[in-house]
């Protein structure tokens, strides 16, 4: 075999070496992030009724994102920018949840809020899904999926950021 010839066969064969490690590591990904359920909570949260029935009475957009663990996407959702005053209550439930007096612009593209109007009506659960480890806000009536709260809100009115899916909310005006 010719030189030329060898360093070609030794080349192929490199390639299709490298083009399986890269489809391993594909596999790996997949079976890592894809085979997680999409809220990342085993049975740490709990419906209060089965997903069936929520796909009754939600919309398809409130049924991804309070069921199913969704997240819409930023400065492309209903109440980011919103500025009026009123209350967001639960789009699952009617219960109020936040107030406007409590929100603020976090720069995030969600609406964000300092503080529940009562912490009573809503759970923090541990949400380590996507490889982040982050504290998931449920409605505690239902188990249902509203957002995530994080310690970066504003130091003066308590250092925490509600960050909510607006799909989870509806806002009612004053």
Known sequence: MGVIARHLFIWIKYLKMKRSILAIAILFVVTAFGCQNSSGQGDKRKLSKPAEEWKKTLTPNQYHIMVESGTELPYQNEYW?????GVYVSAATGEVL?????????????????????????????????????????????????GHVFDDGPANRGGKRYCMNSGALKFIKK
């Open 98 to 146: 936040f107030t406007s007096d409590d929100k603020f612009d976090s720069g995030t593209g969600w609406p964000s809020f300092v503080k529940p109007v009562d912490s009573t009506k809503v759970a923090i659960v541990h949400d380590d899904s996507y490889g982040m480890s982050r504290d998931e806000v449920i409605e505690k009536s239902t188990g249902l999926h509203l």
């Open 81 to 85: 920018n919103n500025h009026q005053k």
